[in-house]
Each structure stands twice: as C-alpha cells, then as structure tokens.
C-alpha cells in the first residue's frame, strides 16, 4: 500500500517536457493515423467488394499473401532507410496505411449492403468516389468505428516502431518514454540491492514522497487513461461492426 496519499509523482510526470512532447507525438501519430489508415485501408476495402472490378482475384491475391508471409525484418528496414523515414515522423503513418486484417473486415461489411445502393448511384451519374464517401461511408458507422478502434490502440501502444526507427528524442512517442523509465527504475533497483551508487534524474526524486518506482506507476497510468477513456463511447460500434462484418466473411 502506499506509504502516504500524495500527487506529488503526477506533478513531476507532467511537469518533465519529455512527458509533453511525447504525449503530442503519440497523439498526433494516433489521430493522423486512425485517419489516413481508416479512408485507404476503406478505399482499397471498398475496390475489392466490387463484383465487377477487373482483375478482382489477382489483386486479392495479392492483399492475401503478405497475411501469411512477411518479407523479413532487415529487408523492411533497409526498405525504411531508403525511403528516407528514418528520424521521420511520418514512419509511424505510411507504412501503417493499409492493414489487411481491417481491409477483409471492411470488405465483408461493404458486401454485406444492397447492390441497388450502387446502381441507383451510377444511373444518377454518380462515380465510384461519390458512392463511396456519400453512400457507403456514412452507411458503414459500425465497422468505422470499429476499424478506428483497432487502428487507434494499434498506433497508442506501438513501441516498436520508434525503437527501430527513432532515434531523436523529441520524436519518441509516450510508450518509448515509459519503456526508458520502467528500464531506468529497474537498473536502479540492480544497483541498490548490489549495494552500489547510481544516479537518477534530479527531477524524479525530489522530495520523500516519490521514487522512481512511483514515478514510473504515475507514467504508466498517465500513458494507458485516454485510450480507456475513449473505448466505452465506441464500444457498441465495436461489437455491431464485429459481428455485421462476419456474416459474409
């Protein structure tokens, strides 16, 4: 139990610019993300759903492939380098665009409403564009919010990404900063029972009332909140858009 109620460790979390800076990265790496990953991975959902799209089998084929093979850790991270997206932020939104698990959910919810949508649409002169973002998109509510949910707490509890990519602090997202100092309390735990000294961060050990263990409980809990606040309001989406993409899938 704690040892006195305090929320002198809030105070020192939120008052370490590390803390802001990688709460705007995973924020904003999140909402862009959820975006762009929702509108292409709906788009190329939205493409495959169709009956007469020509050569329909062969870009399926190519869609599932990559679901069971990967082409190699090294070889996606010279593919990274190449490209330019190391130190970039912008290595947390393009290669996380389309995720295929969410285009098989999104195409069977796209089968699933009535083709008379679409041919109505194309007799009024409407394109494929038009359909989409006019008539199956707003028609689509569950399985968006659905998929926003997924790509959401993909993005907010990514580490890996960063710590393959990143090497700038100041581009590190919330789950790196933790990572560091969960890291940081453990090592400091080794080398008090070792009986040696170690030096910490001035600014986490401030006062009687912390220690890097406490610290590093008020920084997991600041991390893991907005995403718990956030489920319940897209939990019934989540379970209608589950089950209404399953029935053709």
């Known amino acids: 139990y704690p040892r006195k109620f305090t929320w002198r460790n809030y105070e020192l979390v939120f008052t370490n610019q590390k803390i802001w800076m990688a709460y705007f990265i995973t924020i904003a790496r999140t909402v862009i993300g959820t975006v762009g990953g929702v509108l292409i991975t709906g788009m190329l959902a939205f493409a495959i759903s169709r009956t007469n799209l020509v050569g329909k ?3 399926a084929m190519l869609c599932l492939i990559p679901m069971y093979f990967g082409g190699g850790l090294m070889p996606t991270y010279f593919l990274i380098l190449n ?3 190391k130190n970039n932020f ?3 939104i393009i290669p996380a665009l389309v995720n295929l698990w969410n285009m098989i959910l999104m195409r069977s919810y796209f089968q699933s409403l009535p083709e008379a949508l679409e041919e109505s649409a194309l007799i009024d ?3 494929y564009i038009t359909i989409f973002f006019k008539i199956y998109f707003p ?4 399985i968006i919010a659905t998929i926003a949910l997924y790509f959401g707490v993909q993005h907010w509890n990514d580490w890996f990404q960063a710590n393959l990519y990143i090497t700038q602090d100041y581009l590190k997202p919330m789950q790196n900063v933790l990572l560091g100092i969960v890291n940081e309390a453990k090592f400091a735990e080794q080398m008090a ?5 170690v030096t910490i961060d001035a600014n986490m050990l401030q006062g009687k009332e912390t220690n890097v263990r406490s610290i590093t409980m008020a920084t997991m809990f600041v991390t893991i909140i907005p ?3 956030v489920y319940p309001f897209l939990q ?4 209608k858009g589950i089950m209404i993409g399953s029935v053709k899938g």
């Open 193 to 197: 029972s070792a009986g040696m000294g």
């Open 57 to 59: 089998k062969v870009y």
């Open 83 to 85: 490209l330019g997206l």
């Open 236 to 239: 019934r989406y989540f379970v």
């Open 125 to 127: 002169g409407a394109n």
């Open 90 to 92: 912008l290595v947390y």
């Open 227 to 229: 995403i718990i606040i």
């Open 139 to 142: 028609l689509s509510t569950p």
